[in-house]
């Protein structure tokens, strides 16, 4: 398989992709916040066109900035950092998704398991 792949299913990579997640959402709560109280002005700007690209522009500017961070052995270059900031934040969202039904399923699997056990441990009394 090509190094490439092995780049985008790094635990690195998910990780990167979920703080890119919570500082969007962070900066999206503040300013949907600050316009729900008057103190910005509502624009279909916010929604339209910053929204969707900030996370594409913080994963730029980290990945940047970030030269400790754990970058895949082929990426560790400015350049090869650059575009590693520039794919999680396309994908975040997506990579957010995933980790996330991932943790549903097996939140609800485990519950239903503790369900059918308890359904085994209490017997209907016999006539």
């Known amino acids: ?6 780049a985008l299913v790094s635990v690195e990579f998910i990780f990167f ?16 916040y600050l316009t729900k109280k008057g103190k910005l002005p509502v624009s279909d700007l916010w929604n339209d066109v910053l929204l969707p690209v900030m ?23 400015t350049s090869g950092r650059f575009i590693f900031g520039t794919v999680s934040g396309l994908l975040s969202t997506v990579v957010y998704r995933l980790v996330w039904s991932t943790i549903k399923s097996k939140i609800s ?7 059918d056990k308890k359904d085994n441990l209490v017997q209907e009394p016999k006539e």
Do not use: E, R, W
């Open 55 to 77: 996370p594409i522009i913080i994963g730029m500017i980290l990945a940047l900035l970030f030269k400790k961070f754990p970058y895949p052995q082929a990426l560790s270059m």
């Open 17 to 32: 992709c979920l703080m890119l997640v919570a500082l969007t959402t962070i900066i999206s709560k503040f300013v949907n």
């Open 1 to 6: 398989m090509d190094n490439s792949i092995y």
């Open 109 to 115: 699997s485990n519950l239903q398991t503790v369900d």
